[in-house]
T-cell receptor, first 116, second 111 residues
Framework: GAGVSQSPSNKVTEKGKDVELRCDPISGHTALYWYRQSLGQGLEFLIY????????KSGLPSDRFSAERTGGSVSTLTIQRTQQEDSAVYLCASSLSRGTGNYEQYFGPGTRLTVT | QQPVQSPQAVILREGEDAVINCSSSKALYSVHWYRQKHGEAPVFLMI?????EQKGHDKISASFNEKKQQSSLYLTASQLSYSGTYFC????????????FGTGTLLAVQP
């Protein structure tokens, strides 16, 4: 499809285990964003990539969270030693670069993470 | 730093109008509006750049007052399909591409 895709759609893991969440942005979108949305809450910014570099990592909640992007395309968000408070829907979005003047963000369907 | 939206929730009958406000304590470069239906991803509505511009999209329009660091979303002659949670995303001056989303406004349109 032409939209942002994320995998897995659902992930149940035990406390203390590591998880990897994947995002495939829209082809040609140079900017990629990760957000977290807890039940009934708003969108919490985690990290932003422009190409392969991350100019803004300020939203990562702790050093257990990390993200990378390779080839200017796919991104992986890794959570180490998961805690119950990590349970949330993790949303990825992508956009064209600001220079195009058309940089609205397109969101993927999200990964629902449940830590038991 | 998180912008505040008001009201938190609103219930309308089809055909009625609504206004959703978004206020920031920081100087803004742009404001983005999104709608999220239950269990779905947010969907983009519009971007407003500093300059006090107003935009429209069908019967949904928005304004941005950069001096007041406020944006308002106007929904006229509401339809059932307008139901959902509306979020404003604010980009601080400095054009960082980073959006800080507001607290959300739940809109329910009833027949």
């Amino acid at each position: 499809g032409a939209g942002v895709s994320q995998s897995p759609s659902n992930k149940v893991t035990e406390k203390g285990k590591d998880v990897e969440l994947r995002c495939d942005p829209i082809s040609g979108h140079t900017a990629l964003y990760w957000y977290r949305q807890s039940l009934g809450q708003g969108l919490e910014f985690l990290i932003y990539f422009q190409g392969n570099s991350a100019p803004d990592k300020s939203g990562l909640p702790s050093d257990r969270f990390s993200a990378e992007r390779t080839g200017g395309s796919v991104s992986t968000l890794t959570i180490q030693r998961t805690q119950q408070e990590d349970s949330a829907v993790y949303l990825c979005a992508s956009s064209l670069s600001r220079g195009t003047g058309n940089y609205e963000q397109y969101f993927g369907p999200g990964t629902r993470l449940t830590v038991t | 730093q998180q912008p505040v939206q008001s009201p938190q929730a609103v219930i309308l009958r089809e055909g009625e109008d609504a206004v959703i406000n978004c206020s920031s304590s920081k100087a803004l470069y742009s404001v983005h509006w999104y709608r999220q239906k239950h269990g779905e991803a947010p969907v983009f509505l519009m971007i407003l750049l500093k300059g006090g511009e107003q935009k429209g999209h069908d019967k949904i329009s928005a304004s941005f007052n950069e001096k007041k660091q406020q944006s308002s979303l106007y929904l006229t002659a509401s339809q059932l399909s307008y139901s959902g949670t509306y979020f404003c995303g604010t980009e601080m001056s400095g054009a960082t591409n980073k959006l800080i989303f507001g607290t959300g406004t739940l809109l329910a349109v009833q027949p």
